[in-house]
């Protein structure tokens, strides 16, 4: 009955041993788990991240850092009938902490870069200013303004008039009427302010009065803020753009970035070939992007394979084996040849 009592008791030590070994190790487990630090996922549509070099806008894609990062594709819907004849658009985002590099791509089957009113290939951004947001973008299914107050800054790339590939570089169209030949610097895109209340705009825009007087006043502002170069190639439009984080003209009124944040903008294409124009157009809704400090890792390097050499055929095995057999039976016979006496 002792024996029995005694190993009952062993047991039973031996349980609560487990029990409490089991308890600590969980608890360290729970501990582990607790303190380690997890990385926070961005909740932004788009993450610019932080690159040290810079960009040269020439719609060629060129920089080292534009392989390190991947497309995101938005899709496009029409505006109204008519619009919608390009599908989606593709997008890329760096930063440097001074300005923001942005990639665009898209299928379009003709470069339509010759027209001197309208009917030409273009992309539009749309950057929300302030509080409160639109509900909707003002390009947003034929909407003229938007459903709620609103404010936006407007980049607007246009492949006839404000590239320098397009016939149309040098000259300026409004109601009708082409002015110009006028220099511009370089590729751009028109930098122009919309207040959806107001239903106006600031800049060379079709709201602002234009002719040779008043031209001298709007080339003191600053349309070119903003890059923008585009190149056509096997059916596809590359276009890069290039925005300081803060302007310099006090008399505009633009969006100021700032490291870290995260801000609304959104798209419109515009298909020339097809006709698009005015409110005919391709849109998405506000896609969120940040302005992210963390710098772009490049891509791991693939480690060099040594080059091995192809395996010897089976044929040529045996061979070997053969010949190196019959060699040394060849050697053997001839040793015992040469001990025979005579």
């Known amino acids: 009955m002792k024996k029995i009592l005694g190993i009952k008791t062993h047991m039973g030590k031996r349980l609560l041993t487990m029990s409490v070994l089991t308890v600590m190790f969980l608890i360290s487990v729970i501990a582990t788990v607790l303190n380690t630090p997890i990385a926070a996922q961005s909740a932004a549509d788009i993450v610019a991240k ?200 006090p008399v505009r009124i633009d969006k100021q970035f700032t490291q870290g944040e995260t801000f609304s903008f959104a798209l419109a294409v515009y298909d020339g070939g097809e006709d698009e124009d005015h409110e005919i157009k391709s849109v998405t809704e506000w896609i969120t992007a940040e302005l992210s400090n963390d710098l772009l890792s490049p891509p791991p390097e693939v480690p060099e394979i040594p080059e091995v050499p192809p395996p010897t055929p089976e044929w040529l095995t045996y061979a070997s084996a053969g010949g190196l057999i019959i060699g040394i039976v060849a050697l053997a016979v001839s040793v015992i040849a040469l001990r025979k006496p005579k």
């Open 50 to 249: 932080r690159v040290t070099e810079t960009m040269v806008v020439d719609g060629l894609a060129s920089e080292s850092f534009w392989q390190n990062v991947s497309w995101v594709q938005f899709p496009l819907t029409a505006s109204v009938v008519g619009g919608g004849n390009v599908a989606s658009v593709k997008v890329k985002m760096v930063n440097n902490g001074e300005y923001l590099f942005v990639l665009f791509q898209w299928d379009d089957p003709t470069a339509s870069n010759d027209k001197a009113l309208g009917a030409e290939d273009r992309l539009a951004v749309m950057v929300s200013i302030g509080d409160p947001q639109m509900t909707s973008p003002c390009m947003q299914m034929g909407t003229n303004g938007a459903t709620k107050a609103g404010e936006a800054d407007h980049w607007h790339w246009k492949a006839a008039r404000t590239d320098s590939g397009g016939s149309n570089f040098t000259y300026v169209a409004r109601g009708g009427v082409l002015y110009g030949p006028m220099p511009h610097p370089y590729s751009f895109a028109m930098d122009e302010y919309i207040n959806t209340t107001a239903r106006n705009r600031e800049g060379l825009s079709e709201y602002t009065k234009m002719n040779a007087t008043e031209y001298p006043f709007e080339a003191t502002l600053h349309l070119y803020d903003i890059p923008a170069k585009g190149t056509h190639f096997s059916s596809q439009w590359t276009l890069e753009m290039s925005r300081k984080y803060t302007t310099e003209d």
